[in-house]
């Protein structure tokens, strides 16, 4: 079974800092937008806050400040700018915005963002600071393990190999604490047949959990009919010592 782990991730405090020439949803006598910003790791349950809500503005100054903790690498941070409205009215969309990592990691961010889906090309002020990650030093050139692990005769992974340290300038760091662990189950080659030869072949898929944490797990989707599977099936198990 070929395995990537990657061991990176970031705890991020976001300044949502302002709006310029945002599109007025309540033209008319009903005065300006109303805008907030909703900030967000799309996919990502618990990663998300929202500012509060500035009446009657195009040009709102919120200063609000949120936390995003455990974004990795491979995620996308989304400002999605919203006007509010009053039921049975739902709210309307004054534009997107989406970093990732290259763009704040590790020196963070502070600048305007052209919002798309805008129709006044509209920008947006963020900034944003890495609070810590659970890789700790400088000079880090390569983070996580990469290798084929032996399936056991009851179908569990056995580590065929020692995980890498982290290469720093002159030595070895290896992570501390808990960790986030993005999990790449990519292949398997040889598996048995337990469909028997009448019944076609296995129809395999793989469950990723730390034993003692029975709820830090995932599950790969099943592929049909196959002894030689490529998932490439991405997850994530908190909570690793």
């Known amino acids: ?9 970031a705890k991020l405090q976001i300044t949502v800092v302002s709006a310029h020439n945002l599109y007025n949803a309540d033209s008319g006598f009903a005065g300006k937008s109303d805008p907030y910003v909703i900030v967000e790791v799309p996919g990502q349950e618990g ?3 929202q500012t509060n809500v500035i009446n009657n503005s195009l040009n709102p100054v919120w200063n609000f400040t949120g936390t995003i903790d455990g974004f990795m690498d491979g995620d996308v941070l989304q400002f999605t700018v919203m006007d509010k409205d009053c039921w049975p009215k739902s709210d309307d969309l004054l534009g997107r915005a989406a970093l990732t990592a290259q ?17 006044t090309q509209a920008t947006l002020t963020v900034m944003i600071v890495v609070l810590g990650s659970t890789i700790e030093g400088e000079g880090m050139e390569e983070v996580g393990m990469e290798g084929q692990m032996q399936v056991g005769m009851e179908g569990q992974m056995q580590v065929g190999y020692e995980q890498p340290g982290l290469a720093v300038e002159g030595g070895m760091l290896m992570a ?3 960790q986030t662990l993005q999990v790449n189950v990519m292949n398997a080659r040889g598996l048995y047949n337990a469909d ?18 029975p709820k830090h797990k995932f599950q790969t989707p099943v592929i049909n009919n196959c002894l030689d599977p490529d998932w490439d099936h991405t997850g994530r198990i908190e909570g690793f010592q």
Not at 1 to 9: I, N, T
Not at 103 to 119: A, M, R, T, V
Not at 196 to 213: H, N, V, W
Request: hydrophobic share 35%; net charge negative; proline share 6%.
């Open 1 to 9: 079974l070929l395995c990537r782990v990657a061991m990176a991730s």
């Open 47 to 49: 990663m998300k806050f």
């Open 103 to 119: 763009d704040f990691y590790p020196e963070g961010f502070h600048s305007e963002i052209q919002l798309s889906e805008s129709k």
């Open 176 to 178: 501390s604490g808990e």
């Open 196 to 213: 028997g030869f009448l019944a076609g072949k296995s129809d395999p898929y793989c469950i990723c959990l730390i034993p003692e944490k």
